[in-house]
């Protein structure tokens, strides 16, 4: 389930921060920092570039804050700038030229969060296997993974996003579902499954 469903920040909160008021803005950036990155880490698998989106997108929240109009959840106004900002790197040439240096073991780890803990133990365990297979994944692949199948994009949606069409995205989920089972019925401890050679 998205990590944005929930997120309440009242309508007065808005406007204050529409306004330029600190405490307002501090708010806004307590109730969406976790989400945001989080949303972030699972769409980019580099740390310190995921660090860096992180940190744009909260400058243009705030700074585009008042051209939300209250139509729609905040939290999705919010996502949907988190979104843009991942996808625009994705798709740029820094982005392209890095590809070989993905392949360590940064996207396996168990993620971090912003206070510094890591997720609880239990949940890390249950979801590892998953993680590894869903970091295996080309990067755009995984992106309409998560888009679609946690924070609910259809695949219309996530074609325009893309740049793309609803096939498009029709098609990079099936194969990715296909992919990931494949990973996750491999007996524990096989090899076959090399994480260079995909494009991360």
Request: aromatic fraction near 8%; include cysteine.
């Amino acid at each position: 389930m998205s990590h944005f469903q929930g997120i309440e920040v009242a309508a007065e909160v808005v406007r204050a921060a529409q306004a330029g008021e600190p405490r307002a803005h501090e708010a806004i950036y307590r109730a969406c920092q976790r989400p945001i990155y989080t949303l972030i880490r699972r769409l980019v698998v580099r740390a310190a570039i995921a660090d860096e989106l992180f940190q744009e997108t909260f400058i243009e929240v705030l700074r585009n804050i008042g051209a939300y109009t209250g139509e729609g959840a905040f939290g999705g106004w919010v996502r949907s700038i988190a979104v843009s900002k991942c996808l625009m790197y994705l798709r740029s040439p820094w982005h392209r030229s890095l590809l070989y240096l993905d392949n360590d073991d940064e996207s396996t780890a168990p993620m971090v969060l912003l206070d510094g803990a890591s997720l609880p133990e239990a949940q890390a365990s249950a979801s590892a296997d998953v993680e590894r297979a869903l970091a295996t994944l080309p990067a755009l692949t995984r992106s309409v993974v998560w888009l679609h199948d946690v924070e609910g994009y259809t695949h219309a949606e996530i074609g325009r996003l893309l740049g793309r069409t609803a096939s498009f995205s029709k098609s990079q989920l099936a194969r990715a579902h296909a992919r990931m089972r494949e990973l996750l019925e491999q007996p524990a401890g096989s090899t076959s499954c090399t994480h260079a050679s995909s494009t991360c």
